[in-house]
């Protein structure tokens, strides 16, 4: 199975500030057709996953512009400019590539 | 509106089989633009992923589950299935279903889950 790693676990920040999360996976996630199969989920409290972002860098339907994926190969980052109140939660990288389709630790992002 | 809606047992008894269904609304479960999953998370825990079927009836699964797990489609209903046998209480979680997109091959839509627990 492809191991996903995720740093840190546990993330304060300060309203406004940025936020960056990083996700590394055991093998390169770049399929033949040139795409990174990374997705980033947020499970808010008491919620389901939901998607952020699929395909490493692409924004799922009304996500915030203030949500960023990058990365290539074995190393993903997800960056939100700037935090808000509402962004609170365990954020997981996912790969997608072959199954068993597996998930980071997750991370808990918190309000400081 | 897409909704998806899980239904089970609640609570199951050890070594029982366990029977999950989502029921799909706003789209249809044919649709060859995409696939249907299951999910769970255990009480404190990651998700992780169980099974996958596609439309043309193929089907991907959690290699940790062994042969215990069986997805299915019921068109008629528009829902699809999740079959566990011989549950132990390792397997007490919440259970989503989801739709996945094959274009962007992501999960784009979660249900709100079912509480499964294995408990004599």
């Known amino acids: 199975d492809i191991v996903m790693t995720q740093s840190p676990l546990s993330l304060p920040v300060t309203p406004g500030e940025p936020a960056s999360i990083s996700c590394r996976s055991s093998?390169?996630?770049?399929?033949?057709?040139?795409?990174?199969?990374v997705d980033w989920y947020l499970q808010k409290p008491g919620q389901s996953p939901h998607l952020l972002i699929y395909?490493?860098?692409n924004r799922a339907s009304g996500v915030p512009d203030r949500f960023s994926g990058s990365g290539s190969g074995t190393d993903f980052t997800l960056k939100i400019s700037r935090v808000e109140a509402e962004d609170v939660g365990v954020y997981y990288c996912?790969?997608?590539?072959?199954?068993?389709?597996?998930f980071g630790q997750g991370t808990r992002l918190e309000i400081k | 509106q897409l909704q998806l809606q899980e239904s089970g047992p609640g609570v199951v008894r050890p070594a029982e089989p366990l029977s999950l269904s989502c029921s799909v609304s706003?789209?249809?479960?044919?649709?060859?633009?995409?696939?249907w999953a299951w999910f769970r998370q255990p009480p404190g825990k990651g998700p992780e992923w169980v099974a996958t079927?596609?439309?043309?009836?193929?089907?991907n699964y959690n290699p940790s589950l062994n042969s215990r797990v069986t997805i299915s489609v019921d068109t008629s209903k528009n829902q699809f299935s999740l079959n566990l046998n011989s549950v132990t209480a390792a397997d007490t979680a919440i259970y989503y279903c989801?739709?996945?997109?094959?274009?962007?091959?992501?999960?784009?839509?979660w249900g709100q889950g079912a509480l499964v627990t294995v408990s004599p």
């Open positions: 989801a739709r996945r997109r094959l274009a962007g091959t992501c999960f784009d839509f």
């Open positions: 706003g789209a249809s479960i044919s649709s060859s633009n995409y696939a």
């Open positions: 079927i596609y439309n043309s009836g193929r089907t």
């Open positions: 093998q390169s996630l770049l399929h033949s057709n040139g795409h990174n199969y």
């Open positions: 395909l490493t860098s």
């Open positions: 996912m790969q997608g590539l072959q199954p068993p389709y597996t």
